[in-house]
Nanobody
Framework: QVQLVESGGGLVQAGGSLRLSCAASGRTFSGYVMGWFRQAPGMEREFVAAIRWSGSTAYADSVRGRFTISRDNAKNTVYLQMNSLKPEDTAVYYC?????????????????WGQGTQVTVSS
């Protein structure tokens, strides 16, 4: 059974940092794209960042320069380092894995999802 488990969310003041982790189990995800998305109340789920097996990365404009995605293929784990956090970054953050094709920044392209972790940034 495939499982993605996020951790590292919490409450932080504006300007602070958090590091999210997503541990994958049930199969190896080597060779596949892993991504982070977020969803604020009343909003659609939106792309945050993605990383290929090779290590190449992509970011949403709203987080580029503040967030860094990385992965440890040996541990089947992907990370999201979030710096200079803003109140508008408040959301539930989800990790996901894309097994086949499709746009890396589109939620429907991803096949498995974690349960999400809450990130709240106070002003």
């Amino acid at each position: 059974q495939v499982q993605l488990v996020e951790s590292g969310g919490g409450l932080v003041q504006a300007g602070g940092s958090l590091r999210l982790s997503c541990a994958a189990s049930g199969r190896t995800f080597s060779g596949y794209v892993m991504g982070w998305f977020r969803q604020a109340p009343g909003m659609e789920r939106e792309f945050v960042a993605a990383i290929r097996w090779s290590g190449s990365t992509a970011y949403a404009d709203s987080v580029r320069g503040r967030f860094t995605i990385s992965r440890d293929n040996a541990k089947n784990t992907v990370y999201l380092q979030m710096n200079s956090l803003k109140p508008e970054d408040t959301a539930v953050y989800y990790c996901a894995v894309r097994l086949s094709g499709g746009s890396y920044d589109t939620p429907r392209s991803y096949d498995y999802w974690g349960q999400g972790t809450q990130v709240t940034v106070s002003s």
